[in-house]
């Protein structure tokens, strides 16, 4: 199974940072949901959340507003992520972590840290027997984000 998460995580990556979006969206169960949030937030328990998709339909939204009505500057994503380790015991659906840190790259300008964190995920088993992410949380350490968080973490 550790070879499945490995994979599960390293297209999770590659999907974004080649901008294949739908490809993204196909990694998460039907009710999925996607949150980023401080790790102040996330450590105290609050609520706020920075972005909170309570569905994949959610996530299809945001990926449509992405391509088609936001504009923002090209830029170029580059995940780097740590090993996975998983935190629960038994049987699915199993609790994931990861560490993560994000470069952003945007023309004409020097590469730099867009978001240092980890991932704190709910995995399952689909009826086809792959792993599928049914609920992903991205906890970013810093107190300060990106004034446009364009893609998802």
């Known amino acids: ?10 297209e999770y990556a590659s999907a974004l940072d080649d901008g294949r979006l ?4 196909g990694l998460f169960t039907e009710e999925a949901s996607y949150r980023i949030v401080s790790r102040e937030n996330w450590e105290r328990g609050l609520p706020l959340m920075t972005v909170w998709c309570e569905s994949r339909a959610a996530m299809q939204d945001r990926a449509r507003a992405i391509r088609e009505t936001q504009m923002y500057a090209t830029r ?17 659906p199993i609790d994931v972590e990861a560490p993560y840190a994000v ?9 730099r840290v867009m978001s240092v ?16 992410f049914a609920d992903k949380v991205c906890v970013y350490d810093s107190v300060l984000i990106p004034t446009s968080l364009v893609y998802p973490l």
């Open 1 to 10: 199974m550790r070879v499945e998460l490995v994979d599960l995580y390293a």
């Open 103 to 111: 470069f952003e790259t945007l023309p004409d300008e020097h590469t």
């Open 117 to 132: 964190g980890r991932y704190a995920d709910r995995v399952v088993r689909d009826a086809e027997g792959t792993l599928r």
């Open 76 to 92: 170029w994503l580059r995940h780097l992520l740590g090993p996975v380790r998983v935190t629960s015991s038994g049987s699915f």
């Open 22 to 25: 739908d490809d993204w969206l």
